[in-house]
């Protein structure tokens, strides 16, 4: 589902909308909302990349090879790439995740899926789910996000909408089963991801770049270090910025947007309201008090 950002009209009527939402190093999320039902007209494409379709409003209907898919809201599609589909007469909208070929097969690997009923068998090609409560929560978070989060905490909440669907594809959740690794290099590869983020968290840095310092995937990173820290990513981050601020506050007359921006918060609104959710008064009063 990897077509361009477009818009297809057919007189007055709208037939699609897409846009693209959010890009990072290893998806990107788009956007579609559609009415084909008053031409009753079919929509060709073809799907190059593996990808996670989230209907979030009324009906999806499509063929994939020689088999009708309907599905509605509260529904996923998981999609192998390499595959021609045609959207049939439905209306509603869905969010795409479009996952690169290297996160595809690594994903794979961490995982252990070669042998696994979806990824293996070749003549299937996707696999229909339904959402549960966490997904729905996710999914509803990362669109809530796109204008205020940052790179690695959009980056945590699709590695944890996509590791929810995975669960559900292979019975079992993605935060089991973490490759045999010796206890050395598990504790190498999480030092050296705190060493990168104490160093650049004034950065807007995003998993990748993380994982890649610390010489791993960004999903078995991702998964790694909230099994050894008790934190994801985006948490521990989250915490090293509040300290840095809190110290500014107390030893500093900076105004509190240049400490806000300093802590690598995108906002002064968004520093404000954070803050105070752990610290339990905003930053003024926490400054005055200390």
């Known amino acids: ?3 361009q950002s477009t818009h297809i009209a057919t007189g007055n009527l709208e037939r699609l909308f897409s846009s693209n939402l959010f890009v990072s190093d290893f998806y990107e999320i788009k956007h579609w909302s559609y009415d084909l039902l008053a031409n009753r007209q079919d929509m060709n494409g073809f799907n190059d ?17 020689v088999k009708k898919h309907e599905m509605h809201s509260g529904y996923i599609l998981l999609e192998k790439p390499g595959c021609d589909y045609r959207l049939r007469p439905s209306a509603g909208a869905i969010t795409i995740f479009n996952f690169t070929d290297q996160f595809r097969q690594q994903f794979i690997i961490d995982l252990q899926l070669e042998q696994s009923y979806f990824f293996a068998n070749q003549n299937l090609l996707s696999v229909i789910l339904q959402s549960i409560p ?33 669960g559900i ?43 890649e310092n610390s010489f791993t995937s960004p999903f078995h990173f991702s998964r ?21 601020a809190e110290m500014l506050l107390k030893n500093s007359t900076l105004p509190v947007a240049d400490i ?25 009063q926490y400054r005055k008090r200390n």
Do not use: W
């Open 134 to 166: 966490a997904t729905d929560y996710l999914h509803y978070q990362v669109l809530n996000k796109l204008h205020t989060a940052g790179k690695l905490e959009m980056d945590t909440l699709v590695i944890e909408l996509f590791s929810e669907a995975a």
């Open 49 to 65: 990349c593996l990808c996670l379709v989230y209907v979030k409003k009324g009906n999806f209907v499509f063929d994939l090879s």
């Open 1 to 3: 589902m990897s077509a």
């Open 224 to 244: 790694l270090f909230k099994k050894i820290t008790s934190f994801s990513p985006h948490q521990y981050l989250q915490q090293v910025r509040m300290k840095h």
């Open 260 to 284: 806000a921006y300093s802590a690598g918060f995108s906002s002064t609104a968004y520093f404000a309201t954070a803050f105070k959710q752990q610290y339990k008064v905003n930053p003024l």
């Open 169 to 211: 594809i292979t019975n079992r959740s993605a935060a089991e089963d973490i490759p045999l690794v010796s206890k050395a290099n598990r504790l190498a590869t999480v030092e050296r991801a705190k060493e990168y983020m104490n160093t650049n968290f004034n950065n807007d840095i995003s998993l990748q770049e993380v994982a």
